[in-house]
C-alpha cells in the first residue's frame, strides 16, 4: 500500500510502534547469538562499561523505572551475568566474570544491528533518524 493510502502514517503513535516492531525483530535475530534479548544486552553493556551502577543510574541510562531494572537484573542474577551488592540502603549493580565475557559477543550483535538497518536505510539516514528519535524521547520523557 503506498504511504499515501495509509490512513495513519502521519500519526506519530503509529509511526514509531511500526518502526519499533520492525527493528525489534531486526535486534532480537541479531542479539540471538548472545542468548540475550536486546533489552538485556544493553543492560549488560552498561554494566560492562561502568564498574558498578545503581538501580536509579542504570534506570535512567536505559530510561526505564528502578522497579523494572531491579526486576531485569534479578533475572541476570539468575543467569549468573550480574550481581548486586547491598551497602546499608545503597544497592550497586555490577556485571560478573561471566558477564563480562560475553562484553565482545554483546558489542558484535550491537554492531551487526547497525549494520544491517544501515545497509537498507544510509548509514547518514539510520544516524540521523537515530538522533531524531533519541531526543524526541528524552523531551518526551521529561514532560
Not at 1 to 13: A, D, T, V
Not at 80 to 107: H, M, P, V
Request: glycine share 4%.
Amino acid at each position: 500500500m503506498p504511504e499515501s493510502e495509509n490512513p495513519y502514517c502521519q500519526c506519530l503513535y503509529y509511526s514509531a510502534n511500526a518502526l519499533s516492531r520492525l527493528i525489534t525483530k531486526m535486534a532480537e535475530e541479531e542479539f540471538a547469538t548472545t542468548g540475550l534479548t536486546p533489552s538485556y544486552a544493553f543492560i549488560m553493556m552498561s554494566l560492562n562499561k561502568h564498574e558498578g551502577l545503581s538501580p536509579g543510574e542504570l534506570a535512567n541510562i536505559m530510561m526505564l523505572t528502578p522497579s523494572t531494572i531491579t526486576r531485569l537484573v534479578e533475572k541476570l542474577e539468575v543467569k549468573g551475568l550480574a550481581k548486586r551488592t547491598f551497602k546499608g540502603r545503597n544497592t550497586i549493580i555490577q556485571s560478573t566474570t561471566k558477564g563480562k565475557e560475553l562484553n565482545d559477543i554483546i558489542l558484535k550483535a550491537w554492531n551487526n544491528l547497525f549494520k544491517r538497518y544501515s545497509e537498507v536505510l544510509g548509514e547518514n539516514e539510520a544516524s540521523r533518524l537515530t538522533s531524531a528519535l533519541y531526543a524526541s524521547a528524552e523531551k518526551l520523557n521529561k514532560s
